[in-house]
Structure formats: structure tokens, C-alpha cells
């Protein structure tokens, strides 16, 4: 379960993130249906790109939410470890 | 200043030219011919006004929707506005060059349908020779292609044995979601409605093998199985509520909250070649005659359940009770729910009627 922090996760075909401007929320797009991303997970997901990586993306939001980056991986490793799961990201 | 929520699908049914016949189809029995078929143009407005409006998926449906030329530039436009596009088909048309052709213009799944795992049952139900190795070979070019796929099984007694097999197939040929989906009475289905109908015994041994694979295949098969209506004493939340999420614009360009709603009478069908996507939606008689809970009689209306289930399907109302207002008679509450009862036991053997065109003996395709 545990990602290592120079993995590159990316979103599989068949789904990506997108904005919805008419309901103002993020959404992840899937076969059949749309999830909508609460804030935190929207946050994380706009800087998954298939090229960053785990440990770039954590650096990235430590320093734009100045908050601790032990937390942070945390939160991160979470939310990609669940999304891999559901087959969303590859790790 | 919106209203209603805006819609969240839509489904664009491009035609309903098919080169197969099956029995069960939902379609209407009277089908819209070429000549009265929607130009690219107009489709083209059509998924602009939807993206516009909110939708986030268009499902691109018939017929047979890789029927129409202009399939590619239509994805293609949809995935320009960020549409989600998916791509419902029977897959006897896919070839290596006409799937290139819509993942280059940017398609996000495929839904391949199977009448069956046997060549036999599947040609008595399409009707077309050669269908079931034409599907095999459609499947292995979109998994090469690494599309995301989807297989589609639509089941009745005379493939409710092979619930089992059809999983199987689904995982050998790398699929990511099967539906395992029981037939739902509209159009050509209801006319066929007692040949197409399982006994209850099929019907557990179909729920049976799909709670087997389901442990077999884990997280590498994500299977959904659409239970019958007609054996379940509550009604399914038909569309998510009536003009609530779904959008249906028909091959002429009528706009239907449901793809069978055309049987409701009494009631113009707007058509998009007449009225804005937007207006339709929000303003249009049809989409607010059963929106909401305000319509409903009793015993909905003082119903708990009454913004679970929106109070059923208003076409199945109406084709079982004559009523389109009524109760869904699915429902143990319904005074006309032994209806739904008789219905479900007298399922039998028989020679089917073959969807098709009034007044022909035969399919178009081209
Ligand atoms: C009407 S078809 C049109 C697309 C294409 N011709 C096909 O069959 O895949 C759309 C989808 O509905 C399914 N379907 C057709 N009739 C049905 C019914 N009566 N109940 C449930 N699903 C049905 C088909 O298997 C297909 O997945
Ligand atoms: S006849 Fe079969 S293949 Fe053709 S549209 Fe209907 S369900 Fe699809
Ligand atoms: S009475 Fe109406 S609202 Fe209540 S469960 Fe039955 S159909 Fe649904």
C-alpha cells in the first residue's frame, strides 16, 4: 500500500479531472459516472500530470499551503493509494 | 438564471439505422428513418448547447451509431468542449481503420455490446451471421488500442444460463466494467416482453453467478449487474428522476427526458430544430410534467420514499397500467402492482418479432 515518493502517478485512459464551471466544482470523469473532488483532493489531483513525482508534488503543496510536510505526504499517499485501488491512477 | 440543475448526460442516439435485429431492443417500434436523420451541423449545435448548459458525458447511441460518417468528427468535436465521450455500439462496424479514426479524435470508452457467449444464441437474437466473431475481433482492437472498455449483455431466458460465461468472457478479453444488465421492457422489448421474460429460478442462478465472479475476479473486474424490474416489489429511480440528470436527443431531433418517453401521450415532444437545448430543459411542457414530487397520486405522495425512487418509471406506469400518472405497479404499494406479478410468471417460449422498419422485411444499414 505504501507509494514510494519517486513513483509518477498519472490518471489510467478512461479517466482524467476536469472543472466544472456550471457547478463550480472539480470532477473526476470515469465511465459512466463523474465524482466531484472535495477541495483537498482537487488540489492534489490538478498537479497529478503523469510527469511530476509523488515527492515533487508533495514539496509543491508543503510550500503552497506552508503547512507540514510530513502531513501533507500523508494526505497524499492517502488519496493516490485509494485512487490507485479504484483503478483511477496508476502509481 | 438556472432553475432546474442542469442535466448531466446526454444521450445522443445518431440513428437508428442498425445492421442487427434484436428483440429486446429499447427502441421506439416506430423508428426515425435516414432521410428524417439530424445533419452534423445540428449535432453540432446540440453539443456545444449541452456542454454549455452542464453536461459533463454524451453517450453516443442509435441504432448503431458507427452507422453515421460523421461519427469521428462528432466525438471529436465533444472532446474539444470537454465532454466525457463514450462510445454505446454493437461493434460489427469496427474495423482497425474506422476505430482509429475515433480514438484519434479523442473517444474515452467504449460499451461493446454481446447478445451472447455462443454464436448461435447470439445470431437468433441480432439476426446477422458472423456478428459474434466480428465483436470478439472489435473487442481485441480496442484493448490493443488501450481504450477503456466496457462489455454490455443484455439478459433474457434465452441466455439467463450463460450469466457465468459472459463474466468470464468479459475478464479474458481485458475489459475493465461488464454490465450484466436484465432486460427493461420499452419499445421492441415490450413487445417481446413474455418470450424475453426469466423464470425466477434463472433469475437466481443469473444473481448467483454474478455474486460468484464478483469474489473470483476481485478489483480486476468491476462488474454491474442491472436487476429486473418486474420481479422487484420497489421501483428503480427511473433516470434519476424524470428531467433531473438525463437528456435523450433522438435521431430527428426530439428531446426526451427517457429513451422511451415518446409513449407518453397528450404531450408535444420538443424538437431541438425548433427550440434551444437550454429552453427545452428548463421550460418545456414534457420536462415538467412529472418533475418533482408535485405530480405524483397517492400512494406517493405520502410516501417516505418518494425523492428516492421519484415514484418509479412513468413509461412502465403507462404501458402496464395505461396509465402514465399512476403509481409504478413495480411497487408493493401500487393497487396494480399483481399486474407487475402476472407479468413476471408468464414468461414462455416462442418466435420473436424482430426489430425493424414498418413496412420493410429488412434492416437498412448503409
Ligand atoms: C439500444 S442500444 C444502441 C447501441 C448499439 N446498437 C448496441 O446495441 O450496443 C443501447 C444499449 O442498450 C442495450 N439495450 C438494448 N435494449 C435493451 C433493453 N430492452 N433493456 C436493457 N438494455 C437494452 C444494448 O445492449 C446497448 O448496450
Ligand atoms: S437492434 Fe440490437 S444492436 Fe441494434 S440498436 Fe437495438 S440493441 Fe443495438
Ligand atoms: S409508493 Fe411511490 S414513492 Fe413510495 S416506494 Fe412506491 S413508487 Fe416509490
Request: aromatic share 6%; net charge negative; charged share 20%.
Amino acid at each position: 500500500m505504501s507509494i514510494a515518493e519517486d513513483s509518477i502517478p498519472g490518471f489510467t485512459r478512461g479517466h482524467r479531472l476536469q472543472q466544472d464551471r456550471v457547478r463550480d466544482v472539480w470532477l473526476i470523469q470515469a465511465p459512466e459516472k463523474a465524482f466531484i473532488a472535495d477541495p483537498v483532493a482537487a488540489a492534489i489531483l490538478r498537479l497529478v500530470d503523469g510527469k511530476r513525482s509523488l515527492g515533487t508534488i508533495i514539496d509543491l503543496l508543503a510550500e503552497t499551503y506552508q503547512a507540514p510536510r510530513d502531513r501533507i505526504a500523508a494526505d497524499v499517499k492517502t488519496l493516490v493509494a485509494s485512487l490507485a485501488e479504484q483503478k483511477i491512477l496508476s502509481p | 438564471m438556472t432553475r432546474f440543475p442542469p442535466p448531466m448526460s446526454l444521450l445522443a442516439e445518431l440513428t437508428h439505422r442498425c445492421p442487427l435485429a434484436c428483440p429486446y431492443c429499447s427502441n421506439p417500434l416506430s423508428l426515425d428513418r435516414r432521410q428524417s436523420e439530424l445533419e452534423t451541423q445540428d449535432w453540432v449545435r446540440i453539443l456545444e448547447e449541452a456542454a454549455a448548459l452542464g453536461v459533463l458525458q454524451v453517450h453516443f447511441s442509435g441504432g448503431e451509431p458507427m452507422a453515421r460518417a460523421d461519427l469521428p468528427a462528432l466525438v471529436h468535436h465533444a472532446s474539444s468542449l470537454n465532454l466525457y465521450t463514450n462510445l454505446i455500439t454493437s461493434g460489427v462496424l469496427i474495423t482497425q481503420a474506422t476505430l482509429a479514426a475515433l480514438d484519434e479524435a479523442g473517444l474515452d470508452h467504449i460499451q461493446l455490446s454481446f447478445q451472447d457467449v455462443t454464436e448461435t444464441g447470439a445470431e437468433r437474437i441480432g439476426g446477422l451471421r458472423g456478428a459474434q466473431e466480428r465483436k470478439l475481433a472489435a473487442a481485441r482492437l480496442i484493448r490493443a488500442r488501450g481504450l477503456p472498455l466496457t462489455l454490455n449483455f443484455v439478459i433474457h431466458r434465452e441466455n439467463a444460463d450463460r450469466v457465468a460465461q459472459m463474466l468470464d468472457l468479459a475478464h479474458e478479453l481485458g475489459a475493465g466494467r461488464v454490465e450484466i444488465a436484465h432486460t427493461q421492457y420499452y419499445g421492441w422489448g415490450l413487445k417481446n416482453r413474455d418470450l424475453l421474460m426469466p423464470s425466477a429460478a434463472q433469475l437466481d442462478a443469473a444473481t448467483d453467478a454474478v455474486v460468484k465472479a464478483r469474489a473470483r475476479f476481485g478489483n480486476s473486474l468491476a462488474i454491474d449487474y442491472v436487476t429486473p424490474d418486474y420481479h422487484a416489489d420497489q421501483p428503480k429511480p427511473c433516470m434519476g428522476g424524470w428531467g433531473q440528470r438525463f437528456l435523450n436527443v433522438t435521431p430527428s431531433g426530439k428531446v426526451l427526458p427517457c429513451h422511451a418517453a415518446e409513449t407518453i401521450p397528450d404531450v408535444t415532444f420538443p424538437n431541438v430544430m425548433e427550440h434551444a437545448l437550454g429552453e427545452i430543459w428548463q421550460d418545456s411542457a414534457l420536462f415538467n410534467l412529472f418533475r418533482g414530487t408535485a405530480w405524483m397520486p397517492e400512494p406517493c405522495q405520502s410516501c417516505a420514499l418518494k425523492e428516492i425512487d421519484w415514484g418509479g418509471c412513468r413509461c412502465q406506469a403507462l404501458a402496464l397500467t395505461g396509465d402514465a400518472r399512476a403509481t409504478d405497479p413495480v411497487c408493493a404499494r401500487s393497487d396494480r402492482h399483481e399486474v407487475v406479478v402476472a407479468a413476471a410468471e408468464a414468461g414462455h417460449d416462442g418466435d420473436f418479432a424482430y426489430r425493424r422498419f414498418t413496412g420493410t422485411g429488412r434492416n437498412e444499414t448503409g
